[in-house]
């Protein structure tokens, strides 16, 4: 048998493997760094769903959205969570993914909200977002959706990169250097509350800069992924007061490739193992049927879509 065909067999077979409806020996989750959401999350997902599918889940801790988007492309994982904006950007090749777009991933469901959280040390005398002028200040890594939303949030308060004395340091690397003294803020955008301000906070007082509603009305008509949310009193140690801000959407997305059953049993055990996911992460609260397919600028894999066309929460 010639090489091309032996080649040309390899991949039919590789491809039918997914979507003909073979179980996959395993699965792979794309999360974030080990201090955040994403990855506390992903271990719950991973534990319950694996079980329920019958199929083990194996979790990657990542650079978060922007690397999670190259990894399923690359089909280096099959399920990852990223942000809404961040999908948005790949799938249109603009900012962060600018002049290259990517199109291998689909949406399967909005899981919770990605709360923009705006830190600043409680003796720096910063009290605003306008304050920040001047100001050493992280905005994560280079090139990750953190660093897009904080250049948005600083844009509707008319603020540049070029304002603020900039670091480029993910939340570890941020809240070691918020320890230290070395930057006076930084902006965290996950779940409210995210495990790295949670153990910041007992160390290091520090204060929750509010977005207020003319400049949450004037980045959402700007970036309408945005919506408006508040991080209620005692989210963290100490926070006496309602903060105002807003949110993006972290999103479980996965390869095309993985058959329809397989993301149709993934989807409808989501949701119906909501009580177990309440009980292993804070964030399983905010799942819900209607919230999933919101926001949602990407196609859904047809597993889901023929999920939510069941359930009645798309037409």
Request: hydrophobic share 40%; glycine share 6%; net charge negative.
């Amino acid at each position: 048998m010639k090489k091309g065909v032996i080649i040309t067999l390899i991949v039919l077979l590789s491809f039918c493997f997914f979507t003909c409806g073979q179980k996959p020996s395993q699965l792979r989750l794309a999360t974030g760094s080990t201090t955040g959401n994403y990855y506390s999350y992903g271990i719950a997902l991973a534990q319950i769903l694996g079980k329920k599918l019958n199929i083990p889940i194996s979790i990657q801790s990542t650079g978060a959205s922007h690397a999670n988007i190259h990894l399923i492309d690359s089909e280096s994982v099959e399920l990852a969570i990223v942000q809404n904006d961040v999908m948005d950007y790949a799938w249109n090749g603009k900012e962060l993914f600018s002049g290259q777009s990517f199109k291998g991933f689909s949406a399967v469901a909005a899981l919770y909200p990605e709360v923009c959280q705006v830190i600043a040390a409680a003796d720096s005398g910063i009290e605003t977002i306008n304050d920040l002028r001047g100001r050493k200040v992280s905005v994560g890594d280079p090139g990750s959706g953190t660093e897009f939303n904080a250049r948005q949030v600083l844009e509707c308060y008319g603020i540049s990169f070029d304002d603020i004395d900039i670091e480029y340091l993910d939340f570890a690397a941020s809240e070691a250097a918020f320890i230290e003294g070395r930057i006076e803020a930084f902006f965290v955008i996950a779940g409210a509350p995210t495990p790295v301000l949670s153990d910041l906070v007992s160390i290091k007082s520090m204060q929750l800069l509010n977005i207020d509603d003319v400049h949450a009305d004037i980045l959402i008509r700007a970036y309408p992924y945005y919506s408006r949310t508040t991080i209620p009193p005692e989210t963290y140690y100490r926070q006496d007061s309602e903060v105002r801000t807003v949110a993006v959407k972290a999103t479980l997305i996965a390869s095309p490739k993985l058959s329809e059953d397989i993301i149709y049993r993934l989807t409808k055990n989501l949701f119906e193992s909501k009580i177990e996911l309440e009980e292993a992460h804070i964030k399983g609260f905010d799942l819900s049927r209607s919230y999933a397919v919101e926001g949602i600028s990407v196609p859904f894999h047809p597993g889901a879509l023929k999920y939510y066309r069941e359930i009645g929460a798309i037409r």
